[in-house]
Nanobody, 129 residues
Framework: QVQLVESGGGLVQVGGSLRLSCVASGRTFSFYAMGWFRQAPGKEREFVATISWTGGSTNYADSVKGRFTISRDNAKNTVYLQMNSLKPEDTGVYYC??????????????????????WGQGTQVTVSS
C-alpha cells in the first residue's frame, strides 16, 4: 500500500510563496503521472497540476497557470509544487496522488479516484490578505 505524505504548507500573505512536497512510500511511483490537488472549505477537491512520469509534460488548472510549477524527483519518490504570487483563493488543503493515466487526474473533481494510493492527510495552505 502506497502512503502519500504532503508537507510544506503554512500561512502566507498575498503575493508570497510556498513550496510543497509529497513523498510516496511503499512503492515506487515511477511510471505514474502525479498530480497536486486542493480542496477549499465547502468545495470539491480539484486538480491543480499534473506531471508525466518522465517529467516532460505538465498541465495546470487555468487558475494557477504562470504562478505554480510542478516538478518531480523519481529517485526520491517525491513530487513538488512551487507556488508563487499566492492569492486568497489558493487557500485550501493540498493533496498529491498519481495514476498511470494523467487524464484521470484532471477528473478528480468528478469523483474519479487516482490509482496510486489513498489520499493522505494533505497540507494546509492559508493565504491572508
Amino acid at each position: 500500500q502506497v502512503q502519500l505524505v504532503e508537507s510544506g504548507g503554512g500561512l502566507v500573505q498575498v503575493g508570497g510563496s510556498l513550496r510543497l512536497s509529497c513523498v510516496a512510500s511503499g512503492r515506487t511511483f515511477s511510471f505514474y503521472a502525479m498530480g497536486w490537488f486542493r480542496q477549499a472549505p465547502g468545495k470539491e477537491r480539484e486538480f491543480v497540476a499534473t506531471i508525466s512520469w518522465t517529467g516532460g509534460s505538465t498541465n495546470y488548472a487555468d487558475s494557477v497557470k504562470g504562478r505554480f510549477t510542478i516538478s518531480r524527483d523519481n529517485a526520491k519518490n517525491t513530487v513538488y509544487l512551487q507556488m508563487n504570487s499566492l492569492k486568497p483563493e489558493d487557500t485550501g488543503v493540498y493533496y498529491c496522488n498519481g495514476d498511470r493515466d494523467s487524464t484521470k487526474l484532471r477528473l478528480v473533481r468528478l469523483g474519479v479516484r487516482p490509482s496510486l494510493g489513498s489520499w493522505g492527510q494533505g497540507t494546509q495552505v492559508t493565504v491572508s490578505s
